[in-house]
């Protein structure tokens, strides 16, 4: 909403010298943010004079402006109301200069100022904890630019679903705070969507503790879903393990990417398999190897051939699961394999 429009202006000497006055490194602002300089109007002193309050040093100042030139355009009382408002979920002010230097963007956007500070209130009467909402502010900041009662229904959505899907009162909080602080970005969603989802794998014979499994496994990504596009994923599953419906079903419960990861992305993984010798029968046994990426597979694959073990005649269970759990089944196979055989009926001294 700032003038674009700059090839007939000048550059603003007193921004030039002010921001120079501050060690900022005008030629950064120049290939990121050029109209900033061109601007009639900026708080360069300001700005500064706030965040040193804060408790930011020269450099940081430097840094953050640098990275987010628009935050001098901002006047002292807008970054004061923004200070405030973050303070509700920060610890200190120590915290809260951490998270402008990290995230500039995130603190320097105003205009959503009382839809940002009604979202706050909300979360926190939820039961968020400061820590999760900060993360939210740095990593989601555009759900709190949603009015809080868009938020709202979609929040009671979920807890609707949730209680006709067989969940318990009891458990409700729980399930949805979880689900909120793994994926925050379901606020973005309608609840029409949300509706629509669940609706898609009820039609597809899905009980209602099979769905409820399903949204804690996805972590709430079904949300960002559609109906198609689970439609053609399992449809290509379907093709291509020749399973019916029902071991279709068993499949997706066991590996939800089967669902969530769309066709070309399933047919690059399943080639990337498949050129490593592995067959179809074994991908159908261990379909959670779906989840790892094709250069992930490979590196897996180099390291157990390595010390002897073939994927290909064995189970893909080893190539499996978290970064973590690899070393784990690697760090077996490689100490099986350094073990001397031990053999209880061979003399333990030659000589006798």
Not at 313 to 331: A, I, P, Q
Request: hydrophobic share 40%; glycine share 4%.
């Amino acid at each position: 909403h700032y003038t674009t429009d700059i090839r007939s202006r000048e550059e603003n000497k007193k921004i030039i010298e002010s921001l120079y006055g501050l060690s900022v490194d005008i030629k950064k602002i120049r290939k990121l943010k050029e109209w900033v300089l061109f601007q009639d109007v900026a708080y360069v002193k300001e700005t500064a004079t706030i965040l040193r309050e804060m408790g930011a040093d020269e450099a940081t100042i430097a840094s953050i402006l640098e990275r987010w030139p628009e935050a001098i355009l901002h006047s002292p009382a807008e970054i004061n109301s923004q200070r405030e408002l973050w303070q509700l979920v920060c610890q200190n002010e120590k915290q809260l200069i951490k998270l402008i230097e990290q995230f500039p963007e995130s603190f320097f956007t105003t205009r959503f100022h009382e839809n940002q500070k009604a979202n706050i209130l909300f979360f926190q009467e939820l039961g968020l904890r400061n820590n999760i909402i900060t993360r939210f502010l740095t990593s989601a900041p555009n759900i709190f630019y949603n009015p809080v009662e868009k938020n709202k229904h979609t929040i009671k959505t979920l807890q609707r679903s949730y209680l006709s899907l067989g969940g318990s009162d009891a458990n409700m909080k729980i399930w949805l705070l979880k689900l909120l602080s793994q994926n925050p970005f379901i606020l973005l969603n309608t609840s029409t969507a949300v509706q629509e989802n669940l609706e898609f794998l009820q039609k597809n014979d899905f009980t209602n503790p099979e769905v409820l499994q399903l949204l804690s496994k996805l972590k709430g990504f079904i949300f960002q879903l559609t109906p198609t596009s689970m439609q053609k994923s399992m449809l290509f599953s379907k093709n291509v393990f020749k399973c019916s419906d029902q071991e279709l079903k068993h499949l997706v419960l066991r590996c939800p990417a089967l669902l969530y990861y769309s066709v070309p992305i399933l047919e690059e993984r399943l080639e990337g398999l498949l050129k490593e010798g592995i067959s179809i029968e074994q991908i159908r046994e261990t379909p959670m190897v779906l989840e790892l990426t094709t250069q992930i597979v490979q590196y897996r694959i180099k390291k157990l051939s390595a010390l002897g073990y073939n994927v290909r005649s064995g189970t893909l269970e080893t190539l499996n699961g978290t970064k973590k759990d690899f070393e784990v089944s690697y760090g077996k196979i490689q100490s099986k394999k350094e073990r001397p055989m031990f053999n209880p009926v061979a003399p333990i001294n030659a000589e006798d």
